[in-house]
């Protein structure tokens, strides 16, 4: 529908650490910002492991590099808040990825524009049930969940009537459900196809930890290209 994909921009603003950052000491920090408790990286495993999912996801795209900008913001931070990822995909496509868990008045602000050759999608994660289309030389289209024009894939999802907001509660049974029936299909002899059920599979888990620690390489050799292989 909007052809060729040739530009990716992903945004996650949180605030939820902002209070954290000027009230707490070094020893009362949360467990995410003490490095030897979150690993090599904090905000760039939290939510830049959902920027890297959710574009791959959904349009199939496997990055082939990254270039990592990984920051600790305000006053006693130990490990990284807020980050900047440039990205290049196999297919030619680059992106841009910009995280943060001290961005002042956010709540969980993560929006996705997937830009192609015909047309632009754009998806506000705190407005899920509605999807921004704008195609060359037409008016904007607002989508709404649940409508007859909508793919069989995606009406299978929906557990309300349009208009009727969903939320994260029934995306996690959403992945519940998906994840059982790929069971039941198993116990009654059928061959698995795990792409056919939606659910998040070890592959993804694994592509996302390949892209976490590309990003940290990318930022303790001086903010340098690093391959994801």
Known sequence: MIGELRTVVVEYPQDWLVNALE???ETEKTWR??????GRGAAIGDIGSHMQNWVEFVTGLKI???????????????SDNNFQVIVKYENGASGFFWGCQVAVGYDNAFKVMLL???GTIEFWQEDNNYLILRLRDQPLQRISRGSVYCTEDSLKYVRTPKGHPEGLTEAFGNIYRSFCDAIYDKLD??????????????DMGVDGVKFFNACVDSQEKGNVWVSIK
Do not use: H
């Open 33 to 38: 910002s003490i490095p030897e408790m979150a």
């Open 64 to 78: 082939d590099k990254v270039l990592a900008n990984l920051e600790a913001v305000g006053s006693g931070t130990m």
């Open 23 to 25: 009230q707490e000491t």
């Open 116 to 118: 192609g050759d015909k």
């Open 189 to 202: 002899g059928k061959e698995i196809n795990e792409d056919d059920y939606g659910y998040p599979t070890i």
